[in-house]
């Protein structure tokens, strides 16, 4: 038996060089590579050759089958090139198909923001239930019985027994600032604590007033607290939260928890007139010895600092949002700006 | 309290700009909020914080600025002799009224105003209305002490009595109006008829007029609680009312009182023709306070010298003794918040500047504090559920009866306040919903009608306060254009997923069983069970509650889950990691016919138990709820993963487990295989 390679070879590439789809590549590839195909049939022709004649045409049958191989891979990759160009281009520009995006509130942004700097400097966040006890949120504050901030004006009591108090309702508490307490009254000394929460006044809610808003309070309690530190401290915060470049000023003001007492003013003015814009962001002091008292601390033993800061104020100046009752509103179109 | 450059002038010298003064009183805590040039004076207003009352008045302000520019504080002294004649006063209620000065000026001439007063009150945005009544106001403001000059001949019996309110009783105040005293008012009577409200306003009755001949001038002491009651309750505040709430220093009565009746002496005539004194100087002895540099050092983290302490005190009128390592200081009687060591060192402080103070980062240390709050479980709740595409609302925790009810929750009970801002907040929420409810109203007016929200807030109860997550959501599954089933409204089991993914990341196993709730559709609700406890409900929003709640929208899913209950298990349970099979998993699908009160969880309850630990997965795909399944029946198709950690298995031993299952499943269920 003998076969005409050089005629195979070129019947074999006209074929292939022909086939314009995927499916006549494969009848080529059955025709001459499948298991009844040429190449096939040569091998099974190869036993009845002499011992001489079978080395050759072996050789001849590989680099035939070799050959068509490399043949049909080209080919095979022509087609899908050919085929690739004529599918329909994707209009990119549509828009993708989103999943639903989730955001939080812009308030717990800010609280978020700015407990993770606290806790970046070693403060850990604590908090305190919302219904509070009279002691916790005045008495144990150092602020008097005949105060104003007590009437029924400035607080909401709840029609609730206080069970520690005899003829004591509960509270909502108007301040965070009776987790200071709960934190002392637990806790020995060093103290870094910030206390976000809910806190409630019964003002006509307006574009300024609400009568639930939120607070950040915080608390740094050991021997020697200064109040360069509590200046030190909160520089590096409003540094950190508002940027390097706010101009900050510390301004005497009155809280009867802390003496002395301040308040801090920021600006983003860089003019050096006295007269320059500044903006109130928080109230802080020294802790009053009268509140270590309260919570059983030895007279003298520990100083502290303390600071407390109006969440929806933060929130007002940083996006300049006009109108509180947009925090609780929860228009869509609001949520999602932030 | 508004205060002017040349009036202060008066008592104290001032040599650095206008501007510079109003900076510097800014910091040291009169923060000047407002400032006007009239003329040739500069006119200012300063919030005086309530700790202050003191600088109520231009001498309190002028001590400031004497303090802060080391300068010396020049007062006025009055020098009038005062006859042993005495006036008719009663003082029927001690407690409210601890001093009454009244003093007789016979002959005076009331008059337009000489110049210079009304240059000094109308500075201030006081109207001159004649010399006696301007004097008193001068007077006001110059010591701080609210004065009342009444026609003495007005005066039934020519007697002041100082008295409660009696019901019905009223009185036409000097603004015209007619106001009702009542016994929680205290008021000034002759012996017929009230003639002022103490503390806040004179009466038209005996107001003083051009044809006034004698006058009777008040100067007195009232309770601070009492005229704040009396001005909240007639809504009425006055130039007067606003110091007494404050507190003023009660030496002032007569100093105040004699200065205006030298004035009125100098400018309208007249003879002072009796006097009395009702009350007493308070002489309480006022303590000592011992101060040392080193106290000083320590709670400023300044060094400050001793002498420097020494003469701002000085110039704040404390008296100061020791010099060096130890000061004892006696605070004036006007400053009654001067009565610790640090209230000494904020004076110290601010009268130096907070600025000028030096500043330090603290060393803070390891601290003691073991925290108690839920803020590391709420931020990885928080995380999950942003993550799962909700956005996070905060609502009102407030709410009222009404809404309860058309909520479908009028079972629950709120905590009552007591002073209500508004009826709709008469209660502290025992559910979530009614405030959910407002934010969905609120959307859907607005034709926003696809969102996905959850709030991390508190529920109310007398027992306490829990927090609880709340989700709320409509409009399409997806907003999908290339796959228009994936459009269909959200439904129950969109957010029995979101639950599913929840509880599945915090890894907490949670049940769920079929719930009645009446703020939920009948049979589209399901109770959430977490380690068998029921800790909330999910489902579709009852049309009722919508329709109640006036919200024009066809669905809507709501859930709320007891974090209280939740929180003490997220991270309890020990996580081991488990080594991932080698081996191949064979999956078997199963489709059953069953009858429609049978539920999946009753389908595969325990076939885990029957599989020898080889079957590892069950995969839900499809309800069937269509004709071609005989009546009262349903269609469930899921796989069944089988794989073993140690091996492959093989066809034989897969089919003969699942063979166990399958019957199991249908003895039962009374299933039938489709």
Not at chain 2, 227 to 241: F, P
Not at chain 2, 548 to 574: F, M, Q, W
Not at chain 2, 612 to 625: C, H, N, P, Q, R
């Amino acid at each position: 038996m003998s076969w005409d390679f050089e005629q195979l070879q070129q019947q074999a590439r006209d074929e292939i060089l022909k086939a314009g789809d995927p499916q006549e590549l494969e009848n080529c590839r059955i025709k001459y590579l499948g298991r009844k195909g040429v190449v096939q049939e040569i091998y099974a022709g190869l036993a009845q050759l002499s011992k001489e004649e079978k080395p050759r045409v072996g050789k001849d049958a590989n680099d035939l089958k070799n050959f068509i191989g490399g043949l049909l891979d080209e080919q095979g990759e022509k087609i899908r090139e050919g085929q690739e160009k004529k599918k329909p281009r994707l209009d990119v520009t549509l828009p993708g198909v989103q999943p639903p995006l989730g955001r939080r509130h812009v308030l717990t942004q800010i609280i978020e923001e700015v407990c993770e700097i606290f806790k970046g400097l070693g403060f850990v966040v604590e908090e305190g239930p919302e219904v509070e006890t009279e002691f916790n949120n005045f008495t144990a504050l150092n602020i008097p019985v005949d105060h104003p901030s007590r009437d029924a004006f400035d607080t909401f009591y709840l029609n609730l027994a206080d069970p520690g108090q005899k003829d004591r309702n509960l509270l909502l508490r108007s301040q965070t600032s009776p987790v200071q307490i709960r934190v002392m009254k637990k806790n020995k000394p060093p103290l870094a604590v910030v206390a976000p929460g809910k806190v409630y006044r019964p003002d006509a809610v307006d574009a300024t007033h609400s009568f639930m808003f939120h607070q950040i309070e915080g608390l740094l309690v050991d021997k020697k607290v200064t109040f360069a530190e509590l200046k030190g401290l909160l520089t590096e915060f409003c540094h950190r939260f508002f940027g390097k470049d706010v101009k900050m000023r510390f301004r005497p003001h009155f809280f009867p928890f802390t003496e002395p007492s301040a308040e801090v003013d920021i600006s983003w003015d860089s003019s050096k007139k006295s007269s320059k814009k500044w903006l109130e962001i928080m109230g802080c002091g020294m802790v009053h010895p009268k509140v270590f008292e309260s919570c059983g601390y030895k007279k003298g033993e520990y100083t502290g600092l303390a600071f407390g800061m109006g969440v929806e104020r933060m929130a007002m100046l940083r996006y300049g949002i006009n109108d509180i009752r947009a925090f609780y509103e929860n228009d869509l179109r609001f949520l999602n700006q932030f | 309290m508004k205060a002017s450059i040349n009036w202060l002038k008066d008592y104290v010298a001032i040599d650095i700009p206008a501007d510079k003064l109003i900076h510097r009183l800014t910091m040291a805590g009169l923060e000047v909020e407002h400032v006007e040039k009239k003329g040739g004076d500069t006119v200012f207003e300063m919030e005086i914080t309530p700790n202050r009352p003191d600088c109520l008045s231009m001498i309190g302000i002028a001590r400031e600025v004497s303090a802060i520019l080391n300068k010396p504080l020049k007062k006025p002294a009055a020098k009038v002799s005062l006859p042993r004649t005495k006036t008719q006063i009663t003082v029927k209620d001690k407690k409210a009224c601890s001093r009454y000065i009244g003093i007789v000026v016979e002959g005076v001439k009331v008059g337009v105003s000489p110049k210079w007063l009304k240059t000094r009150i109308e500075a201030l945005g006081l109207r001159s209305i004649n010399n006696v009544v301007d004097i008193t106001n001068f007077c006001l403001m110059e010591w701080g002490q609210p004065l009342h000059a009444f026609d003495y001949d007005k005066l039934g019996g020519n007697k002041i009595i100082v008295r409660r309110g009696a019901k019905g009783e009223t009185l036409t105040t000097l603004d015209g109006e007619k106001r009702e005293t009542g016994p929680d008012v205290l008021v000034i009577a002759d012996n017929a008829k009230p003639v002022a409200l103490a503390g806040v306003m004179g009466g038209e009755n005996t107001e003083v007029t051009p044809s006034t001949k004698n006058i009777f001038l008040e100067s007195a002491s009232f309770d601070p609680v009492l005229i704040r009651r009396t001005v909240r309750a007639l809504g009425l505040a006055s130039d007067s009312s606003y110091r007494f709430e404050r507190g003023i220093d009660s030496r002032l009565v007569k100093e105040g009182a004699l200065r205006a009746v030298s004035l009125i002496l100098q400018e309208a005539g007249g003879k002072i023709t009796a006097y009395h004194d009702t009350g007493s100087v308070r002489t309480a002895a006022v303590g000592k306070i011992a101060i040392t540099p080193d106290q000083i050092r320590d709670l400023l983290g300044a060094d400050i010298p001793a002498s420097r302490c020494k003469n701002i005190l000085k110039k704040l009128e404390c008296s100061v003794t020791g010099s060096g390592q130890s000061l004892k200081v006696a605070a004036p009687v006007f400053r009654n918040d001067l009565k610790e060591p640090v209230d000494l060192i904020e004076e110290i402080a601010r009268v130096i500047g907070y600025d000028n103070l030096p500043s330090a980062i603290p060393q803070i240390k390891a601290v003691n504090v073991a925290p108690e709050s839920r803020w590391d479980q709420r931020t990885a709740i928080r995380g999950i559920m942003t993550g799962l595409g909700l956005n996070e609302i905060i609502t009102y925790t407030m709410t009222s009866g009404e809404a309860l009810a058309r909520a479908g929750e009028a079972g629950v009970k709120g905590i009552e306040v007591v002073n209500p801002i508004s009826q709709d907040h008469r209660l502290m929420r025992p559910s979530t919903l009614p405030n959910i409810l407002d934010v969905v109203l609120t959307n859907i007016n607005r034709g926003q009608k696809d969102f996905r929200f959850f709030e991390l807030g508190k529920v109310f109860f007398p027992g306490g306060e829990r927090e609880t997550l709340s989700v709320v959501m409509t409009g399409p599954r997806a907003n999908d254009w290339l796959n228009k089933e994936n459009r269909q409204p959200v439904n129950f089991y969109d957010l029995k997923g979101i639950f599913d993914a929840l509880f599945q990341r915090l890894g907490i196993p949670a049940d769920y069983n079929a719930a009645d709730d009446g703020a939920f559709e009948s049979g589209r609700a399901a109770r959430i069970l977490v380690k068998g406890k029921p800790a909330g409900t999910l489902g579709a929003v009852c049309p009722n509650v919508l329709k109640n709640c006036s919200i024009k929208h066809d669905h809507l899913l709501y859930a709320r889950l007891d974090l209280e209950t939740v929180y003490p298990l997220i991270g309890a349970a020990h996580r081991r990691y488990r080594r991932i099979s080698d081996y191949p998993p064979v999956t078997r699908d199963v489709s059953l016919a069953v009858d429609k009160d049978i539920s999946f969880a009753d389908m595969t309850a325990g076939i885990r138990e029957k599989s020898a630990g080889l079957l590892k997965d069950i995969v839900f795909i499809e309800e069937y709820l269509g004709e071609k399944i005989a009546g009262g029946r349903r269609g469930l198709v899921f796989s069944l993963v089988y794989q073993s950690d140690k091996r492959t298995l093989t066809e034989d031993e897969v089919q003969k487990i699942h063979d166990t299952i399958l019957e199991d499943i249908i003895y039962r269920t009374k299933a039938v295989v489709r």
